[in-house]
């Protein structure tokens, strides 16, 4: 199984930016990614999530209308689109594997255990 998340960057308040998420090799299908994030000094938190066939997207409330997933490459590639990005924004994001779905809309911190594969974090930094 692979996970390679990438895209991220040191960004001002407002710009964008595109993660990627190549996912790979995994004994079942469709996987459901998930994008999670983790702030310094906080837990894991979810942010969205899509199966690799395009299906059952969900985000969590408060990134709602600003992030956006989507999947490409018949699922071996999932993207995170983040728009208006803020200075709360800044973490190390990273994208992990489930068969089932995992959808967390009040973006309590989850366990790590909560997600079967994890990909190495890529980190989004918003400052001026």
């Known amino acids: 199984v692979q996970l390679v998340a990438s895209g991220g960057a040191l960004v001002q308040p407002g710009g964008s930016l595109r993660l990627s998420c190549l996912a790979s090799g995994f004994p079942y299908s469709p996987v459901y990614i998930s994008w999670v994030r983790q702030a310094p000094g906080e837990g894991l938190r979810w942010l969205a999530g899509?199966?690799?066939?395009?299906?059952?997207?969900y985000y969590t409330n408060s990134v709602k209308g600003r992030f956006t997933t989507s999947t490409e490459n018949a699922g071996n590639t999932v993207y995170l689109q983040l728009n208006n990005l803020k200075s709360d924004d800044t973490a190390l994001y990273y994208c992990?594997?489930?068969?089932?779905?995992?959808?967390?809309?009040?973006?309590?911190?989850?366990?790590?255990?909560?997600?079967?594969?994890w990909g190495q974090g890529t980190q989004v930094t918003v400052s001026s």
């Open positions: 899509i199966y690799t066939d395009g299906t059952k997207i």
């Open positions: 992990a594997a489930t068969r089932g779905m995992v959808v967390n809309l009040g973006s309590q911190f989850l366990p790590k255990s909560t997600f079967e594969y």
